[in-house]
């Protein structure tokens, strides 16, 4: 037999340099716009700013091994993999910056979040579920670091679920395909002290579900270094403990440096292929990243780093050190790097100049309609208006009320009509910023016609568990998508016996059993409920709520707000209280609840038939 050549031929080698080229161009276009918008926010053309740069090498990896109907919950330093999936390109990058209220300029939040808080739109414009399975998916990022970790392992469970019930799967082939795809995590080692992190971990091994979770390492948590952040100095080490072994659960452990190329696409490439096959979760923890121009715009990273730490931070930057591959293995010469790096630069400032005009036009279009249907009430203040080329929606607000106030009494045509302008713009500003708190599409809530109770002339008496079981038998039979876990829910049938048979008759997949961890709880409900699955978390009482509260307010509550109804997550939290028994068994703490959780619907049913609706 003749032998099989292993030498590249020219066009391989070819198609290897245009990739290599392509990866160093969008980390430098990535590093570009990091620069930029700092610059942008110090010139007070934006708020706040907080970048993704000393991340770029590391991300590009990740990116590679990704595919359509995977899920990322990550933070705000992400911004390189996410333009490297394609679904974010530095104009879009600058008008989140902006805050550019409009969906079509930054498709993330509509200008809701601050920059660097990313998610795709899972949803039609009338609520319904897109193709998810089409391409990559991100959830929307928050911006306490910590909480994407539960949403996480509800993502990656709901491939467990649908690998574990392939019929199930094949009736969502718009959300799954059987179960394979994977859901990625990032976090800042610093980020990796809150307890969420290791709840969420925890979680992830015990349940065995597909999770490639990324910590990018730059030493500090915004001036803390890590020695008071993390025990020996290493989130790998400190973790060691739930290391993978044969015939065990646990984490795979991968460690790489965030500077090292060709070792960290090796390192990505083998960590997503075991979490995608054995459905296993896998820790990267990419060490030696780093952050050149610090935390954030908020301040100097010169005033808590060395002189020393600074000058390595400059020697081992990634950019650098994929310039010096490049140049090593002949892939590229300095000249080309440099002309590369001139090029993206360009185009990073015409991409940012355009989303500047188009941020400003929206705005000038209604400040010189305000000044125009000014003008005949108070020309003054109209040319004020009509010269002030920096004035923002409340100051054209603040000077049309203004004039109205000035001219009380007056009931001229002219009056009316400049009150009418802003009754429209006040209107327009409702939608801009205000809506999508609840759902506005079939699925409200709201919408849903109350059918109030029949009883036959000699009905049949049932303990109140069991009004609710029954309810609970043929919902699960009527939807394959409902699933239920909680403390106790599995196995027992939950404390008070309300799902008492449920395991044996649907299965453990969809009744299931979980720790002592309502963070996780939620989070789970959170991740699948994005996927498409119809969970029902339950916290075992009231007062154990608080566990969960803090994410059912910054995360949950708020998913269709700060996407601009560009997501959801349909998830019933159940749980019970005002037992009188004892502190902690008696809790109704409604006030607290109703008042944070703005963005869910909080039922307290009067008796068992109306709980179980």
């Not at 590249?8 to 080229?21: G, S």
């Not at 090498?57 to 490297?84: E, H």
């Not at 990073?348 to 209604?366: L, M, P």
Request: hydrophobic share 40%; charged share 25%.
């Amino acid at each position: 037999m003749a032998a099989t050549s292993t030498t590249p031929t020219n066009q391989e080698v070819q198609a290897f340099r245009e990739t290599l080229l392509a990866d160093f161009k969008l980390m430098c276009l990535s590093r570009e716009a990091s620069l930029l918008g700092r610059k942008e926010v110090l010139t007070g053309k934006a708020k706040f700013g907080i970048f993704g740069d000393g991340k770029e090498m590391a991300q590009v990896a990740l990116a590679k091994v990704l595919q359509p109907g995977d899920w990322r919950s990550g933070y705000y330093r992400d911004q390189t993999l996410m333009m490297a999936m394609g679904l974010l390109s530095v104009q879009q990058y600058f008008a989140a910056l902006y805050a550019h209220a409009d969906v079509a300029a930054d498709p993330t939040s509509g200008g809701r979040q601050m920059g660097g808080h990313f998610a795709t739109r899972t949803l039609e414009d009338d609520g319904s579920w897109k193709d998810l399975m089409a391409g990559f998916n991100s959830s929307p990022d928050v911006s306490p670091t910590g909480a994407q970790m539960p949403r996480l392992v509800g993502l990656a469970q709901a491939s467990k679920v649908f690998r574990a019930l392939p019929e199930l799967a094949a009736s969502m082939e718009t959300f799954t395909s059987g179960g394979n795809e994977i859901a990625i995590g990032t976090i800042g080692d610093a980020s990796t002290s809150e307890g969420m992190f290791w709840e969420s971990m925890n979680a992830a091994c015990v349940l065995e579900v597909p999770m490639l979770m990324s910590v990018w390492d730059d030493g500090y948590g915004i001036s803390v270094p890590k020695k008071y952040q993390t025990v020996k100095e290493s989130i790998s080490t400190a973790l060691s403990g739930f290391q993978r072994e044969e015939a065990t659960n646990g984490l795979v452990i991968y460690r790489v440096k965030g500077w090292d190329y060709p070792s960290l696409v090796a390192t990505y490439e083998e960590a997503a292929k075991r979490c995608r096959e054995d459905h296993v979760p896998v820790l990267v923890h990419v060490e030696e990243v780093t952050q050149p121009q610090g935390h954030s715009t908020s301040g100097s990273h010169e005033r808590y780093k060395s002189e020393e730490r600074l000058a390595w931070a400059k020697e081992f930057d990634c950019i650098q050190k994929m310039s010096e591959f490049l140049i090593r293995e002949g892939a590229a010469t300095e000249d080309e790097l440099q002309a590369l790096r001139k090029e993206t630069k360009k185009d990073v400032r015409a991409q940012q100049k355009a989303a500047w005009s188009a941020f400003r036009a929206a705005i000038d279009e209604e400040r010189l309609s305000a000044s125009d249907v000014l003008q005949p009430v108070d020309a003054a203040r109209a040319e004020a208006l009509r010269s002030n080329n920096d004035a923002g929606r409340a100051e054209v607000a603040q000077a049309v009320r203004q004039a109205l106030v000035d001219t009380a009494g007056d009931g001229s045509t002219a009056r009316n009509h400049l009150a009418g302008w802003l009754s429209a713009f006040e209107k327009d500003n409702v939608e801009r910023y205000n809506a999508h708190l609840y759902s506005e599409g079939n699925d409200n809530a709201l919408d849903v016609e109350p059918v109030p109770a029949r009883y036959d002339a000699e009905p049949e008496m049932l303990d109140g568990r069991q009004v609710l079981q029954r309810n609970f038998e043929v919902m699960f039979e009527r939807d394959a998508r409902v699933l239920t876990f909680g403390e106790d829910t599995g196995g027992i049938g939950g404390v008070n016996q309300v799902m008492e048979g449920m395991q044996d008759k649907f299965g453990a997949t969809r009744v299931s059993d979980t720790g002592i961890r309502e963070c996780t709880i939620l989070g789970q409900g959170i991740g699948m409920a994005m996927r498409g699955l119809r969970p029902i978390a339950e916290i075992q009482y009231l007062d154990y709520l608080y566990y969960a509260l803090q994410l059912m307010r910054d995360d949950l509550a708020t998913v269709r707000y700060r996407t601009a109804g560009g997501q959801k997550a349909p998830l019933i939290v159940r749980t019970r209280g005002h037992r009188l028994e004892g502190i902690w068994h008696s809790g109704s703490p409604m006030g607290a609840i109703v008042h944070s959780v703005r963005g869910m619907h909080v039922c307290v049913p009067r008796n068992m038939t109306q709980a179980a609706g």
